[in-house]
């Protein structure tokens, strides 16, 4: 087995479940030492208990929750390599049919919440070297729809947010990346629940019509593109996105 991400230490927000979890999962694999988050923490506990890592309680839209899990990565273990900032939520509604609360809601956990990973790992991403910062955005921020004004707009803002970001590491320091990964409908239980909850009928199969290779993608899809940004292999790839969605955005 290949140890590509051999001594690096990750930290992957919204690790208890979905895409998190399989991130970890396949970088546990690849010989990385990490750490998952989540504000759910019985999930939080089960995750690291079958992952076999380490976990931290974390509410990504606190900004002293932030800075005291670095505080304690830097604490516990003494360097942090990889930022997964993975933690998000859905949020459906065209513009009219979205209450401020909502659209506030939405950007305050899809996009403050990658400001505030970014802003306060980047000091110990800086001393320990060779870094490599992961947003996860969506396809939903390339491609917008009428119904997902809050969601397109957050995910949209994390894509731009990660070239500013890799910009100024790449002015201050030679030794950090930063890129957003755009999935596609995926298999997880957030899309599951979205496909359940929806009044049309045959929802699933809709959105798989609208993938050129028709079919959704499954977690393991996304996490080997995220180890792929967090390794070596991808050291001169700062500032862009990596879109995973079967040719959607292409048509």
């Known amino acids: 087995m290949t140890e590509r991400l051999k001594n690096k230490v990750a930290l992957i927000t919204g690790g208890a479940q979905g895409l998190g979890k399989e991130m970890a999962k396949s970088m546990i694999a690849q010989g990385a030492e990490v750490v998952i988050s989540d504000i759910n923490e019985q999930a939080l506990k089960e995750a690291a208990q079958e992952l076999s890592c380490n976990y931290m309680v ?15 990565i830097k604490e516990d273990i003494g360097s942090l390599n990889i930022l997964v900032n993975n933690a998000g939520m859905g949020g459906g509604g065209d513009v009219e049919s979205t209450d401020l609360e909502l659209w506030d809601l939405v950007h305050k956990v899809n996009l403050d919440s990658v400001f505030m990973g970014c802003k306060y790992s980047l000091p110990l991403m800086r001393e320990s070297g060779n870094g490599s910062i992961i947003n996860i955005s969506s396809m939903s921020g390339i491609v917008a729809s009428h119904n997902t004004s809050a969601y397109n707009s957050s995910k949209a803002a994390v894509r731009h947010l990660s070239k ?15 890129n957003s990964l755009h999935p596609v409908f995926t ?6 629940s979205m496909i359940d909850s929806a009044p049309e009928r045959n929802i699933e199969q809709k959105l798989i019509q609208q993938i050129p290779i028709r079919k959704l993608a499954e977690p393991i899809d996304i996490a080997n593109a995220a180890v792929f940004l967090a390794s070596d292999e991808s050291s001169f790839i700062t500032g862009t996105e990596l879109v995973v969605d079967g040719g959607l955005s292409a048509t």
Request: glycine content about 0%.
């Open 187 to 192: 298999r997880t239980a957030m899309v599951q």
């Open 58 to 72: 974390l509410d990504v839209t606190n900004a002293d929750h932030w800075q005291k899990t670095v505080a304690q």
């Open 164 to 178: 500013s970001v890799a910009l100024h590491c790449a002015k201050s320091t030679n030794l950090v990346r930063c």
